[in-house]
């Protein structure tokens, strides 16, 4: 599970109830692709294919093993679930509460282990604490990522005061 210093920012995504957890592991893949140095051999057959149906072989490659199902052994990253459950006080001692998703008590971050076909909804329902469901992307050591742009990032400076094209303040 993690136990590793955090590198990088957080980053806000919305992604839709309806959809199963394999849609939302394939977005997440979507996300971090051009972090990766190179892509998985996808065969030299399809020359002219589409950037859906290539992130669709991609996937399978990486993720999927020989029955199609999610492969949680994979070699490049585990998606997390972040730990953000909230401590029962005690007086002399604080007890970790049970995890909704994996019903074991622990410190640690939860791996993301639904079935392909559960729905964003269905793993929502099963928090019974009101907080937000964030996910972690924990790199397993042999994945081969360029992490440099997290490390130093390079931010835009923006000057809100500054006057728009037609003279004016932007409001």
């Not at 199963?20 to 971090?32: D, F, G, H, P």
């Not at 397993?140 to 390079?154: S, W």
């Amino acid at each position: 599970m993690s136990h590793l210093q955090s590198l990088g920012y957080s980053r806000l995504h919305i992604f839709r109830k309806s959809w199963t957890a394999k849609q939302l592991r394939l977005r997440i893949y979507e996300i971090v692709r051009p972090l990766m140095y190179s892509m998985p051999d996808i065969g030299r057959t399809r020359k002219n294919i589409g950037n859906a149906e290539r992130l669709q072989l991609e996937y399978k490659k990486i993720f999927l093993d020989s029955n199609g199902e999610y492969d949680f052994d994979n070699s490049l990253y585990d998606l997390e679930i972040h730990n953000n459950l909230p401590y029962d006080q005690g007086l002399m001692f604080n007890r970790i509460t049970q995890c909704d998703f994996c019903g074991m008590e622990h410190k640690d971050n939860c791996q993301f282990a639904f079935q392909d076909t559960v729905t964003l909804d269905s793993i929502l329902s099963l928090m019974k604490y009101d907080r937000e469901l964030e996910l972690t992307i924990n790199w397993k050591a042999g994945a081969r990522v360029n992490l440099k742009q997290f490390e130093n990032p390079q931010f835009h400076k923006i000057n809100l005061n500054a006057p728009t094209a037609s003279g004016g303040k932007k409001q």
